[in-house]
């Protein structure tokens, strides 16, 4: 194997020999290309002053031709496999060498590239064995002779100078008679000098290419490396950032199968949603990935840095299945996805994991890994790490900022409504007063009006107070439940009087307590039970017509809870803003454009103190105009849970509703 430099050197050793001697020998030199022989013309010049058989063949590439000036050139084709081929034959008196080489295609895997000259890479021979020279010397006259005829018999002449027609069959092997000349074939020794030359010039061409290979595998790493940052940090969406990293990786590593999954430390299993595949590997995507009863897992955490399997057919932690259910189930992974070498390397930032990285290798034969290949993937699992943690921080941001835009939108409500809600009645109060302060002649009728209209808004005004300090006492958790033992449908019905008491000089909808005697006592604060009752059927009231209807009715769908449901047939609620309504301060028409009163806080104030007995309240409508309906949960008493026959289940079926009609009118 020679490298280009080397293959120059001996060339030119080889011509010098001829322009240092005296003798005429046979020159055949065959080069690849025009452009190579033209570094070389000027000294095959000179030796053809020295001999008249010279002979010099090339491809042509600009005026490159068939010639016989100072000596003979001969242009093969461009598709002749001489194009692949370089060729020198000496033939002398006392000397002969011969170079006779092919070129070898680049090894991409070995960092070469064409571009790189001297990187040019020949197998063949250099010898001083005149026999050789003299059969590639014959084989060259008849190519030769196939491309210029003309030349047939000065080719002859050469024949029968250099090259004996028995090759030795006959006579002394020291020697070879040709043309009565004897000429000695015993000094088959290459100039030690060119040895020693050629000798550095391989090892010097050896260590280039190992330091071309070494920088050309940083170079591949640091490329890869920067390929997934780059990708990486185009996305704050972390499936988009774990999907582009496990494809370039994979790409880059050229391994069967690449997989990335988000785990903790504490977690028992997880789920592959990212995957990079290799053609005709099956693949796991969707799959449930054992943890805790994954010994490699457990030893990456432990160790927290990279393991490497190379074999997974023989490796201790997975060959010990007897009585091992752990090495049992994870045989099984192995031969269900056909991993034959593996790799895992741990996703941690700041000493908390965050996902785990996986190389499988499927066969058909082991792979080792490389402490180069070990070290890219922990790079890049520190890039992807980095990469998560920016983008839960930018999730963390969104959240705040929304947070911070609902608070600034409370801010605004809270003027909004503070501003109508406390002015408008502040100023009725106020015209009131003042008329009785200043007009001492008004009547007692029109004096008992204004009385009456000045405690109306000041009852108003007490109300929103109230709805304040009871929404910051519940959300501040300073409320003192007394949890009790209930009959709800008592409670009902005090919901219902505190109601009609309210608004006893208002004409209200028709409300219908659908609400059976026989039902289990729930566990809840009887007061505060009241209170969601009374705000869920005052805004049912609020936003029904006279000619509407409201029903209360409960039903028990579970042996844990009973639910409550309060519906109207009113304006109803559109299905995107089913969740705002629970909202503090939400009004649908707005805080300054609203046909009703209110403050907006009596649904947030029912979805505390459901929430505060470990309920759920929840709205349903169909739209505007269709009504609205809004239920919530309530536990059920646990010292009557003995028996089943404690719980009926409550429907709502046309004849249940009848027997509670019936027996309220009784």
Not at 30 to 50: C, G, H, L, T, V
Not at 382 to 387: D, E, R
């Amino acid at each position: 194997m020679y490298f280009k430099a080397s293959l120059t050197a001996l060339s030119h050793a080889m011509e010098d020999q001829v322009l240092a001697g005296s003798e005429q020998p046979l020159v055949i030199a065959s080069f690849q290309r025009e452009r190579f022989y033209r570094q070389e013309a000027q000294r095959y010049r000179r030796i053809a002053q020295k001999s008249n058989q010279v002979y010099v063949l090339a491809a042509p590439e600009t005026d490159f031709k068939h010639r016989s000036q100072d000596y003979e050139t001969i242009a093969f084709d461009a598709d002749d496999p001489l194009t692949k081929e370089w060729h020198l034959i000496v033939l002398g008196k006392s000397y002969a060498s011969c170079l006779i080489c092919q070129e070898k295609s680049p090894n991409r895997n070995q960092g070469m590239t064409t571009d790189m000259d001297n990187n040019r890479r020949f197998e063949g021979i250099w010898t001083f064995d005149r026999q050789v020279a003299q059969q590639a010397a014959n084989i060259l006259l008849k190519t030769i002779v196939d491309y210029r005829p003309e030349l047939a018999e000065k080719a002859q002449q050469a024949r029968d100078r250099y090259i004996p027609s028995d090759f030795l069959q006959d006579g002394d092997p020291q020697t070879q008679e040709v043309d009565n000349t004897t000429w000695d074939v015993t000094n088959n020794n290459p100039d030690p000098f060119v040895q020693r030359l050629v000798t550095y010039l391989q090892a010097g061409q050896y260590k280039l290419i190992k330091a071309n290979r070494s920088l050309s595998a940083k170079e591949h790493k640091e490329r890869l490396i920067n390929s997934v940052t780059t990708a990486i940090r185009l996305s704050l969406d972390p499936d988009e950032i774990l999907q582009v990293a496990v494809q370039k990786l994979g790409e880059g590593l050229g391994v069967c199968r690449c997989l990335v999954y988000r785990c903790k430390e504490t977690d028992t299993t997880a789920t592959i949603e990212h995957e990079f595949l290799n053609q005709g590997i099956p693949s796991i995507k969707g799959q449930t990935w054992p943890l805790q009863e994954n010994p490699l897992f457990q030893e990456v955490v432990e160790l927290r840095d990279a393991l490497t399997i190379d074999n997974a057919t023989n490796d201790p932690r997975l060959s010990n299945g007897k009585g091992n259910p752990s090495a049992q189930s994870l045989q099984t992974l192995v031969h269900s996805c056909s991993i034959l070498s593996w790799m895992l390397v741990p996703i941690f930032y700041s000493g908390r994991l965050l996902g785990m990285l996986e190389l499988h290798h499927c066969g058909p034969k082991p792979i080792s890994w490389k402490e180069e290949d070990v070290a890219l993937v922990n790079a890049i699992a520190t890039q992807i790490g980095v990469a998560l943690i920016q983008a839960e921080a930018y999730a963390n941001l969104q959240d705040l900022n929304e947070q911070l835009e609902a608070l600034d939108r409370t801010r605004s409500n809270l003027v909004a409504i503070t501003g109508h809600e406390l002015r408008t009645p502040l100023s009725t109060i106020q015209v009131c007063l003042e008329s009785l302060a200043t007009e001492p002649d008004m009547s007692p009728e029109l004096r008992q009006v204004m009385l009456n209209t000045a405690l109306q808004d000041a009852e108003r005004m007490r109300k929103l107070v109230q709805d304040f300090l009871t929404l910051s006492q519940l959300e501040s958790g300073r409320v003192e439940w007394n949890i009790e033992a209930l009959d709800l449908h008592e409670c009902v019905e005090l919901s219902l009087s505190n109601v009609r008491a309210r608004h006893k000089e208002t004409p209200l909808p028709n409300i219908e307590n659908l609400v059976m005697e026989e039902l289990p006592l729930v566990k809840a604060d009887g007061e505060w039970l009241v209170e969601v009752l009374a705000k869920l059927l005052d805004n049912a009231c609020k936003f029904t017509s006279e000619e509407g209807k409201i029903t209360i009715e409960v039903s028990c769908h579970s042996p844990h809870h009973l639910e409550v449901t309060v519906a109207d047939t009113g304006r109803g609620i559109e299905p995107k803003r089913l969740e705002t309504v629970f909202d503090r301060f939400y009004q649908e028409e707005g805080a300054l454009r609203r046909s009703t009163g209110g403050t907006g806080l009596g649904l947030a104030i029912c979805r505390q103190i459901v929430s505060g007995w470990g309920g759920h309240i929840w709205a349903e409508s169909q739209g505007k105009d269709h009504g609205s309906q809004f239920h919530f949960t309530i536990p059920i008493y646990v010292d009557q849970m003995s028996s089943e026959s404690a719980y009926p289940t409550i429907t709502r079926s046309p004849q249940g509703r009848q027997r509670a009609r019936g027996k309220r009118q009784k």
